[in-house]
């Protein structure tokens, strides 16, 4: 993805590699000053152009020939250097400017939270097929339980925070819940205190202190106190990485009270598209042992199982989730136990989510538990190919669609302004493609960049297809060897030439070329590397 790239323009418009020494530099702001210095033309019309082009080049040398802010930008691109970095305290080494830019980062989240008021909450809404065979569904049989628990959240200076929250539960006739309260500070960097009061069926006052003891380890004690039975309840909690995308957790609850005390040990491991964790508990009134495995199935689908067993009962739950927005996501999971087997219906919007555990069967059935695993699993992959794929196809169509329609204005300034940067390297290219004629050298045919798989098309009337022709700035780029040489993690977008022609989608690069009278064909991604000519290029002959 484009985002998750580092901003590496100004490489790209002096046509660089990020690894490019100073001298380096000063040899491509050398080169590119003889085709753009205005002085180097004679219309008014050619000197305007090559102004504006020039003055983006000498800005580009001024921030890479800069020791201080080339580091930041290489971190943090253009706005760590907006952010006012270079022009802070004297930054050394990379690490000074990772610590000063994360702290201007700081300032600005706290100054975000300082101005908004957080709110989640959560409904579940149990029903009974069971009971729903049983008796009329007009008297609402089908509806067992329903649950509901809200929380806001709002920080009320640089270091406190408050939450207000509650939750209801109701069951047949029967109901009840609590309120509750917090007051966060943190008393520095590396510590913080909380105090928590919970009035209603579990009364409750709690304090507890977290400390960060390094960089891989924190530790939390806190003291509980019930008002209804005066039990004091210890709790101390340490977690540790142990690996680079693990850590693992243990928590010891001492008290009277049997529900509270007990042992857990915990484990989590965090891959690029793996998530694995496990979890054992001891304790005077429940013991078990419990595991999860999510793994990411593609950019908006995932997948879950988890299992439990211990003195409680025994449970296996599988399902899987997928994004439908940006900001909603829902789910189903199949749950199979002693206790019997139901569905789950997940929707999540936001901070607010929507649970409906449906139970098929009291108790575990082997029949139930199969149809219950099969029939969604099936129902799923018909839907998916007649009506979901079709559907999300079309309105990746239509977003992708008005997304051009938004920036058309703007791409058409871009391109205006590459095709004017082309003129002035037209004379080098064209007088490199004689001489490579003449001696059988490498001439690019054709280079198209942009959304190749996007047809091209018109919007409001005005053409705007997604790609943009780019012969001519490589053909200017080819060196006095007769290669040319694109760098891996530039946006091609950014060369001297080119233009972004479809903001916000996956852009790729063909280039048709011959040599010495064969014909040749490369296709890279945006920030792939392209080395040209190679053997591997060559199309057959028929």
């Known amino acids: 993805m484009e985002g998750d790239q580092p901003d590496r323009e100004l490489y790209a418009l002096l046509h660089l590699d990020p690894d490019a020494s100073d001298e380096d530099i000063k040899r491509a702001y050398r080169q590119w000053a003889q085709v753009y210095h205005p002085d180097k033309h004679r219309t008014l019309q050619m000197q305007d152009i090559a102004t504006q082009n020039f003055q983006r080049i000498r800005e580009a040398y001024e921030i890479l020939s800069d020791e201080k802010k080339r580091q930041v930008y290489d971190i943090y691109g253009m706005e760590g250097l907006k952010s006012g970095l270079e022009l802070g305290p004297k930054l050394k080494t990379r690490e000074e400017v990772r610590n000063e830019y994360e702290k201007l980062q700081?300032?600005?989240?706290?100054q975000k939270l300082a101005s908004h008021?957080?709110?989640?909450?959560?409904?579940?809404?149990?029903?009974?097929?069971?009971?729903?065979?049983?008796?009329?569904?007009?008297?609402?049989?089908?509806?067992?339980?329903m649950g509901m628990t809200t929380q806001i959240q709002a920080q009320i200076s640089k270091k406190d925070t408050v939450l207000a929250g509650g939750n209801m539960f109701l069951r047949r006739n029967m109901g009840g819940g609590s309120m509750t309260g917090v007051l966060r500070h943190q008393y520095c960097p590396a510590t913080s205190l909380e105090f928590m009061a919970t009035l209603g069926?579990?009364?409750?006052?709690?304090?507890?202190?977290?400390?960060?003891?390094?960089s891989h380890s924190s530790g939390t004690l806190s003291l509980s106190y019930s008002l209804r039975s005066g039990h004091v309840t210890l709790g101390e909690s340490w977690t540790r990485q142990i690996a680079e995308n693990t850590t693992a957790t243990l928590l010891l609850f001492l008290g009277p009270d049997p529900n509270q005390a007990g042992l857990v040990l915990g484990w989590q491991h965090?891959?690029?598209?793996n998530s694995i964790s496990s979890e054992i508990k001891a304790g005077p009134a429940a013991a078990g042992i419990s595991g999860q495995v999510t793994r990411q199935l593609s950019g908006k689908s995932k997948g879950k199982v988890s299992a439990r067993l211990g003195s409680t009962g025994v449970e296996l739950e599988i399902g899987g989730e997928r994004s439908?927005?940006?900001h909603s996501s829902a789910g189903m999971f199949c749950v199979i136990g002693l206790q019997g087997v139901s569905w789950k219906f997940r929707f999540t919007r936001g901070g607010q989510k929507f649970v409906v555990p449906l139970l098929l069967a009291a108790r575990f059935d082997p029949v139930v538990a199969l149809?219950?695993?099969?029939l969604p699993s099936t129902l799923y992959v018909v839907l998916k190919k007649y009506l979901f794929k079709p559907y999300f196809l079309k309105r990746a169509e239509a977003k992708k669609l008005e997304q051009r329609k938004s920036t058309v204005t703007q791409v058409q300034e871009s391109r205006a302004n590459a095709e004017k940067a082309q003129d002035l390297l037209k004379n080098v290219a064209h007088r490199k493609v004689a001489k490579a004629e003449e001696t059988g050298g490498l001439i690019i045919a054709k280079a198209i960049y942009g959304d190749?798989?996007?047809?091209?098309?018109?919007?409001?009337?005005?053409?705007?297809?997604?790609?943009?022709d780019v012969t001519i700035p490589l053909q200017f780029l080819v060196d006095d060897s007769g290669q040319l040489k694109l760098h891996?993690?530039?946006?091609?977008?950014?060369?001297?030439g080119f233009c972004d022609p479809c903001p916000g989608q996956p852009k790729q690069l063909v280039v048709s070329y011959t040599l010495q009278g064969s014909q040749f064909k490369a296709l890279v991604d945006d920030y792939e590397e392209l080395t040209i000519p190679q053997e591997a290029h060559k199309l057959s002959s028929k």
């Open 106 to 110: 700081a300032r600005k989240v706290e």
């Open 117 to 145: 008021v957080l709110h989640s909450g959560s409904m579940v809404v149990y029903l009974s097929l069971v009971e729903a065979m049983r008796s009329s569904l007009l008297k609402g049989a089908a509806l067992t339980a």
């Open 201 to 214: 069926l579990r009364s409750v006052l709690n304090w507890q202190i977290t400390r960060q003891i390094s």
């Open 270 to 273: 965090k891959g690029t598209k």
């Open 324 to 326: 439908i927005s940006d």
């Open 371 to 374: 149809g219950a695993l099969l």
């Open 452 to 468: 190749l798989k996007a047809r091209d098309g018109n919007v409001s009337g005005e053409d705007t297809p997604p790609t943009i």
């Open 488 to 496: 891996a993690g530039v946006k091609k977008a950014g060369l001297m």
